[in-house]
């Protein structure tokens, strides 16, 4: 059966060049923390990472914290200070923050920024937020790479993301923070990445984080992700035809140009998924956070869907590789068990 990867907001696949500094990395032998020759080798291609996310990011005049991914990024940013957010954000960030800031068409409402934290783009319906200035945290992990950013200019305090989002390895990860921020260490031991996060750096990933950076950079220069999206409205365009009562989440909205999330009233996003595996199509009923499941999170009712409703929630994330082929392959395939579901709640 030919298979089709339509999940890309859960993990991307590593990229050609990724993989190629990836194994330049592994012929690497010394401890970035060790003062001899092999070891500054190390410690050269680490700093050279960092200074690589650091322009990817416009971030040159602050510091990049190495992490295992945004998990741990967010408890570094997030712990302890008692942030407020919505309920649109992953459970990352939702487990160290009080959830009340209300959604408005999609829209986060924001009254103290300086106290609120704001994700760039929801990894379930693609919504993208406008960050306001002086924002004390933002979680890129979904929207870098897919829509433009520079920390720089964003005047966000604190910002965090993951390399497997945007074609790097999984298991690394980075929180960009003001030079010399105070921040209480999560992870002690040997005083590592300027004794905010202890532990040997994963050299090899952080290599691969690096060249995913640059990459993506590149995508967005050369409008790749303009084609992703005429493929998004394609696909949309598709299954609205197909089925009339399916509700095309935050249309209206600024969205991720990868990213459709619809709603089949009466058909739970966990049949569809599991139905369209069969048929050889990777989607997901929502974020990828809960390890081989698939459970509710709290996006669909911060928007003002109903349990029923949210729970028959599916998303599609396209790549920058996907084509229009695998579309109308997908649309095809999900009219048909749409018809024959409805039929069969008919009888």
């Not at 032998?29 to 700093?47: D, I, M, T, W």
């Not at 967010?74 to 990352?92: C, D």
């Not at 990933?205 to 409008?223: P, Y």
């Not at 409205?233 to 935050?250: F, R, S």
Request: with cysteine; glycine share 12%.
């Amino acid at each position: 059966m030919m298979r089709s990867y339509l999940d890309h907001n859960a993990t991307t696949p590593l990229r050609a060049e990724v993989r190629a500094a990836m194994v330049a990395a592994m012929d690497i032998v010394g401890n970035p923390s060790s003062v001899h020759h092999e070891g500054r080798a190390g410690k050269r291609l680490l700093e050279q990472s960092r200074g690589a996310l650091a322009e990817a990011l416009g971030a040159g005049n602050a510091d990049i914290v190495f992490t295992s991914g945004a998990t741990e990024a967010a408890a570094l940013a997030l712990a302890g200070r008692g942030l407020r957010a919505s309920g649109l954000e992953h459970a990352a960030v939702a487990a160290w923050v009080t959830s009340d800031l209300p959604v408005v068409d999609g829209a986060v409402q924001i009254d103290d920024p300086a106290r609120s934290v704001v994700q760039l783009a929801n990894s379930e319906t693609g919504l993208v937020q406008a960050l306001p200035q002086g924002l004390a945290v933002s979680d890129l992990t979904q929207g870098f790479g897919k829509v433009s950013f520079s920390y720089a200019w964003a005047g966000v305090e604190s910002v965090f993301l993951s390399a497997h989002k945007f074609g790097g390895p999984k298991g690394v990860g980075g929180l960009i923070v003001p030079q010399g921020f105070d921040l209480a260490a999560q992870i002690k031991g040997g005083g590592q990445e300027m004794g905010r996060r202890s532990g040997t750096e994963n050299l090899i990933a952080i290599a691969g984080f690096a060249a995913a950076a640059r990459a993506v950079q590149r995508d967005l220069t050369d409008g790749r992700w303009d084609r992703v999206a005429q493929l998004r409205n394609i696909l949309e365009k598709a299954i609205e035809t197909a089925d009339n009562e399916t509700i095309l989440v935050g249309r209206a909205s600024p969205r991720l140009p990868n990213t459709a999330c619809f709603i089949a009233p009466g058909w739970k996003g966990e049949t569809q998924v599991m139905a369209m595996d069969l048929a050889g199509f990777a989607v997901s009923a929502g974020s990828a956070c809960s390890s081989g499941k698939v459970r509710r999170s709290g996006v669909m009712a911060a928007l003002g869907y109903d349990d029923d409703m949210g729970d028959c929630a599916l998303r599609v994330s396209l790549g920058i590789d996907t084509t229009e082929d695998e579309i109308l392959r997908f649309a095809e395939a999900w009219a048909g068990k749409r018809a024959k579901q409805k039929a069969a709640t008919a009888a």
